[in-house]
């Protein structure tokens, strides 16, 4: 019976050792497993946090652009087109003739190409002759009157002739 009873307790001791072994190793997996799949899911929750982000993102994007085709659309009525500076000459008589002055006007060689960040802009050269309150008075018409034109003046020379004053002056026009 002795033997019996050993033999009883070596089978027990390594049914016993064998589940627990077992447990073990399977725990040992199962943490593995577990790690493996929490950093899937931390991988996963990132990648849903940065496209909500960038979904958020777009969707200020697309509303500051519809914004900034208003100011862009005033923008273009500021400054025209370069083949619209041709109509200028014909403004600038119409206007001399309303204060009593003659004027020569004519674009420079000087033209720099538009870009996309900022305007283009043609030299020009401008002759007037006349009384010198209607000289002053129409120079600063052209200069902040002129509908659908900007322009800026770079240099005068002034010459009294009696009654009458000449100005000749150069500037830029600028164009989108």
Request: proline share 3%; net charge neutral.
């Amino acid at each position: 019976m002795k033997n019996h009873f050993n033999r009883y307790v070596c089978v027990s001791f390594g049914i016993i050792s064998g589940a627990f072994i077992v447990a073990v190793a399977a725990f040992y997996f199962l943490a593995a497993d577990i790690s493996s799949r929490a950093s899937v899911v931390s991988a996963n929750r990132a990648q849903i946090a940065k496209q909500n982000n960038s979904l958020a993102s777009f969707a200020e994007i697309k509303q500051d652009s519809d914004e900034a085709s208003k100011y862009k659309a005033a923008m273009d009525k500021l400054l025209p087109a370069q083949d619209e500076l041709i109509n200028y000459p014909k403004w600038l008589q119409n206007v001399a003739a309303t204060y009593n002055i003659t004027a020569d006007f004519s674009f420079t060689a000087n033209t720099v190409p538009a870009a996309a960040a900022s305007p283009g802009t043609v030299g020009f050269s401008l002759t007037v002759e006349g009384e010198n309150n209607n000289l002053v008075s129409f120079l600063k018409n052209i200069e902040s009157q002129a509908p659908g034109f900007l322009l800026s003046f770079d240099s005068f020379n002034l010459t009294k002739n009696g009654d009458d004053t000449k100005i000749v002056t150069g500037g830029n026009m600028f164009f989108r």
